[in-house]
Structure formats: C-alpha cells, structure tokens
C-alpha cells in the first residue's frame, strides 16, 4: 500500500489541475473535486506500474509530514 498527498489547483476557467509531488510529472484534471481525485488515483496507479516495469523503485509519502500556513502580511 503507498500513500501520496496529492495538491488540487482550482483552475480559473473551471476544473482542477491535480499534481502529485512525490512522482515528478504525475499531473492530472478533473471537472471537479471527485473526478480530479479518481483521476489522480489512476494517474498515480499508472505511474506506479511504469516505475515497476522499469525496475524502478516506488517513492510515497509515507513518512512525509505536510503543513499548511497562512501569514497575514502588514
């Protein structure tokens, strides 16, 4: 089982940009929330067994920590 955080940008014509930070050039879409999620699961599953058939090995984000800030500049 791996774990990946995924990052969803609201694009300014509709639909979200997925991005997959642990696998460099994993990028997706979706119309909205649910599909960008389902298509980074198939996006993320896909990356997955072209890393294995290459022999690769496989990073998550298993032990990655993720914070979220917000600064109020004055």
């Known amino acids: ?4 955080k995924i990052h969803l ?3 300014a014509e509709g639909g979200y940009t997925v991005s997959v ?3 460099p050039g994993c ?3 979706g119309e ?3 599909e960008a999620i ?3 699961k198939e996006a993320i599953e896909l990356y ?4 294995q058939a290459r022999g690769e090995s496989v990073p998550d984000d298993r032990n ?3 914070y979220s800030l917000n600064l109020e500049m004055a």
């Open 1 to 4: 089982m791996y774990t990946y």
């Open 9 to 11: 940008h609201k694009e």
């Open 21 to 23: 930070p642990a696998l």
């Open 27 to 29: 990028i997706t879409y």
């Open 32 to 34: 909205d929330v649910d």
């Open 38 to 40: 389902s298509m980074a």
């Open 48 to 51: 997955i067994e072209e890393l």
């Open 64 to 66: 990655t920590l993720e």
